[in-house]
């Protein structure tokens, strides 16, 4: 079995003028006192991600998530390297790409990367944009995580879920 991860279109929300992810992406196993990165993805590349190596797993071509200017910030071990995700939001394409399953010995995958949402909306409901799960390919039959984000009185509000509903902090992102 492997696992995956999506970079999901599936935004349900209207009038975005982009969403920008920057997947300087560590994911960690923890069942070792020393945690090693077992998938990076800098998007060192340009042009339509499934056109470099992603996998269409839902509407494919429709909507395609392209790269732009990557993202900087702070101490994040990827800031400022390679480029970014460009998501509209017009729904459409779900990608991934695979990496080795990290089931075994009761391990732990941990996922990091920058989000920049330039919406000018003062509301819009929230749909899902990142995931872990499996198998991967043009199949996909499990969502083991889920990132969501929502709009609450002009800021961004995030949630996690391990199923289509998500559980939405309360801090407002500006």
Request: charged share 10%; aromatic share 12%; net charge positive.
């Amino acid at each position: 079995m492997s696992t995956s991860f999506t970079n999901s279109k599936k935004l349900t929300l209207k009038k975005i003028k982009s969403l920008a992810l920057f997947f300087a992406l560590i994911l960690v196993t923890s069942f070792k006192a020393n945690a090693q990165a077992v998938y990076t993805q800098d998007f060192n590349f340009s042009g339509g991600l499934t056109t470099n190596g992603w996998t269409a797993h839902s509407v494919g071509g429709t909507s395609v998530i392209s790269t732009t200017t990557g993202l900087s910030y702070g101490a994040h071990s990827g800031s400022g390297v390679g480029n970014a995700a460009l998501i509209g939001n017009a729904g459409g394409e779900d990608i991934n790409q695979s990496f080795t399953s990290q089931s075994t010995n009761g391990s732990s995958v941990y996922a990091s990367f920058l989000c920049n949402i330039t919406d000018i909306a003062t509301a819009k409901a929230g749909d899902y944009f990142f995931h872990l799960g499996s198998p991967g390919g043009a199949s996909w039959t499990t969502f083991s995580a889920r990132v969501f984000a929502k709009i609450v009185s002009g800021n961004v509000n995030f949630g996690i879920s391990n199923s289509s509903t998500a559980t939405y902090g309360t801090t407002n992102f500006s």
